[in-house]
């Protein structure tokens, strides 16, 4: 919860002494996702998703600028035929549906007036969960996530076209003795700023 706090704040304060900045961009955007989780009892195959939010674009001279975006995201998963064997309150559930609010802060490096490299951390905070994964109806995910983010932008005028890859850094599962669950993510998606 201290850590929630912290980085909101640290957000807050970014985006006010942004706002009084030059060369500052607004936008929205969404696409497709393609996700999975890692861990004891999933499919090892992607699934679709999606994701929509918007983010702000600020040049910071040169090649450098830093893009914050919120984003919400679904995430969806299958689970493996041995799923249940993980704990003995669990399920026979096959699709698992979790809905992330998303806090990527990405450094943009501009190769050219066309392509940039991003790369950053992602701070997820978990909004909605499929309670029907336990008999006793417990949340089996934690309600934070921290990621790492990397990928290449297209920029064309206002418009932006990106792909990306997210990998899970910390153990999102709430269950005891089930191992450690991760997120993994590839997003495709377009953007338009305003």
Avoid at 91 to 98: A, E, H, Q, S
């Amino acid at each position: 919860m201290k850590t929630k706090l912290i980085f909101l704040s640290t957000m807050l304060i970014f985006i006010s002494v942004s706002s009084f900045s030059q060369g500052l961009t607004f936008g929205i955007k969404g696409g497709a996702t393609l996700n999975k989780l890692t861990g004891k009892s999933f499919k090892e195959e992607f699934s679709f998703g999606y994701h929509v939010g918007a983010f702000a674009t600020l040049g910071m001279g040169g090649k450098l600028s830093l893009q914050p975006e919120v984003l919400f995201s679904q995430v969806t998963t299958d689970t493996a035929s041995n799923f249940s064997a993980v704990s003995p309150g669990f399920n026979k559930v096959k699709d698992v549906k979790l809905k992330y609010l998303s806090i990527p802060i990405l450094l943009n490096y501009n190769l050219s007036n066309l392509f940039a490299l991003q790369v950053g951390p992602q701070y997820a905070i978990l909004i909605d969960q499929d309670k029907n994964l336990t008999q006793n109806g417990k949340e089996a995910f934690k309600t934070g996530d921290f990621s790492m983010v990397g990928g290449l932008q297209l920029k064309l005028v206002k418009f932006r076209v990106y792909g990306r890859y997210v990998i899970g850094l910390s153990d999102i599962s709430d269950v005891p003795n089930s191992g450690e669950w991760k997120n993994q993510s590839i997003q495709l998606g377009v953007g338009i700023a305003l």
